[in-house]
Structures are given as structure tokens and as C-alpha cells.
T-cell receptor, first 115, second 114 residues
Framework: DTAVSQTPKYLVTQMGNDKSIKCEQN?????MYWYKQDSKKFLKIMFS???????INETVPNRFSPKSPDKAHLNLHINSLELGDSAVYFC??????????????FGPGTRLTVL | KQEVTQIPAALSVPEGENLVLNCSFT??????LQWFRQDPGKGLTSLLL?????REQTSGRLNASLDKSSGRSTLYIAASQPGDSATYLC?????????????FGKGTSLLVTP
């Protein structure tokens, strides 16, 4: 069983379009994340949600809007796509809880290409 | 601001060699450090997690150490195999109220030749 899953795996779209990426985790974790891996393979946090509440919003354009309908899902919606949005987007989850900060598990990634 | 540096950026070794990958971080106030493996075009696989109170963790041929005070961690791979070829990423969890996210290094690209 896949622990953290993302759809779609590949997304090719035109500049200016709006698109969404979905993420689901079946680990029962209380915290979910979106990371962006740029063309130089550098991974950087975008958003962090704990119990459906936004904790981090790093310096990400407001064209990016995360939505967490429940603790197991964290979707990423992107408006007015730009060429610079082309990257691989990774979803991750972890259990924070009272036992401290635990291992993060990552999804397989969504490769977004904006033409 | 936490900065994570990994050295070397790339490494090529013949099969069977033992090797060490290095990771350093600028802010020693961390909760834990995690080593990942990333295969080309794939996601991240967690290898080892070291809590800030621990000095090392072992899993099979892998051993990771942590020296929090000096801001360093090493990943030791024993008896390397071609299947170990991948990019290895080091990441630290900041102790600030920054929402539990990880700060990543840029990775070490490892090639193990038969």
C-alpha cells in the first residue's frame, strides 16, 4: 500500500492555466507538507499543515493555494501558471504529536512542465 | 536562517569500497536530522532519522552520525554496491516555530561502478 500518493505524476500545461495536484496519505499522520524541487534539484518547503491548519507559508506567490479538506489530504492549486513554476512538487507527511518530531515520508512527486 | 551543505557534490567509487558522505548545518538548534535517498526521476526514500539527543543510527550497511554542537553529520556506507547509486540528501528539522519543515542540502550524487 502506498503511504503517500500524489496525482498526477506528470502534468504538462500552457502558461496562464490553472491546475491542481492532489496528495493523500494513509499513515494517520497529523502534518502534511508541499515541497518544490527546482531544476537544480534543490528541495525547498512551500507549505506545512498541521491538523488541517496552515503552519508555514514560505515565500511562495499567492497564485499557489493549498487546501486541506481533512488530515489525510493536502491539495495544491496553482493559478495563472508561469514558466518558472516548472519543477517537481513533492508532498510529504509526518506525525508530530507528543512524541516529538518524527520521520517525514515523501510521495513520488509530480513533475509539472509549463510551456 | 538554517543552511545545510553537503560535501562532496558528486562521488564515484568502485564497488566494494566504504564511503562517507558529509553534511553540515549552520544552526545547531535542531530537533532531528534525516538522510534520504533519491533515485533519478523518483521520490525520496527515508534512510535514517537521528533525533537531536542521539549520536548515531544504523540500518544494514548504513550508519549515520550526528554531532549537533559542531553542526555535522556523516553517512557511512559500507561495502558499496552499484545499487547504491543515487543522490543522497541530508535534511534537518529546525527547532524554531517554523512548522516542522525540513531544510535540505543540495545532495551528494553517488555513482558506484561495477
Amino acid at each position: 500500500d502506498t503511504a503517500v500518493s500524489q496525482t498526477p505524476k506528470y502534468l504538462v500545461t500552457q502558461m496562464g492555466n490553472d491546475k491542481s495536484i492532489k496528495c493523500e496519505q494513509n499513515l494517520g499522520h497529523d502534518t502534511m507538507y508541499w515541497y518544490k524541487q527546482d531544476s537544480k534539484k534543490f528541495l525547498k518547503i512551500m507549505f506545512s499543515y498541521n491538523n488541517k491548519e496552515l503552519i508555514i507559508n514560505e515565500t511562495v506567490p499567492n497564485r499557489f493555494s493549498p487546501k486541506s479538506p481533512d488530515k489525510a489530504h493536502l491539495n495544491l492549486h496553482i493559478n495563472s501558471l508561469e514558466l518558472g513554476d516548472s519543477a517537481v512538487y513533492f508532498c510529504a507527511s509526518s506525525q508530530v504529536g507528543t512524541s516529538g518530531y518524527n520521520e517525514q515520508f515523501f510521495g513520488p512527486g509530480t513533475r509539472l512542465t509549463v510551456l | 536562517k538554517q543552511e545545510v551543505t553537503q560535501i562532496p557534490a558528486a562521488l564515484s567509487v568502485p564497488e566494494g569500497e566504504n564511503l562517507v558522505l558529509n553534511c553540515s548545518f549552520t544552526d545547531s538548534a535542531i530537533y532531528n536530522l534525516q538522510w534520504f535517498r533519491q533515485d533519478p526521476g523518483k521520490g525520496l526514500t527515508s534512510l535514517l532519522l537521528i533525533q537531536s539527543s542521539q549520536r548515531e543510527q544504523t540500518s544494514g550497511r548504513l550508519n549515520a552520525s550526528l554531532d549537533k554542537s559542531s553542526g555535522r553529520s556523516t553517512l557511512y556506507i559500507a561495502a558499496s554496491q552499484p545499487g547504491d547509486s543515487a543522490t543522497y540528501l541530508c535534511a534537518v528539522k529546525r527547532a524554531s516555530n517554523s512548522g516542522y519543515a525540513l531544510n535540505f542540502g543540495k545532495g551528494t550524487s553517488l555513482l558506484v561502478t561495477p
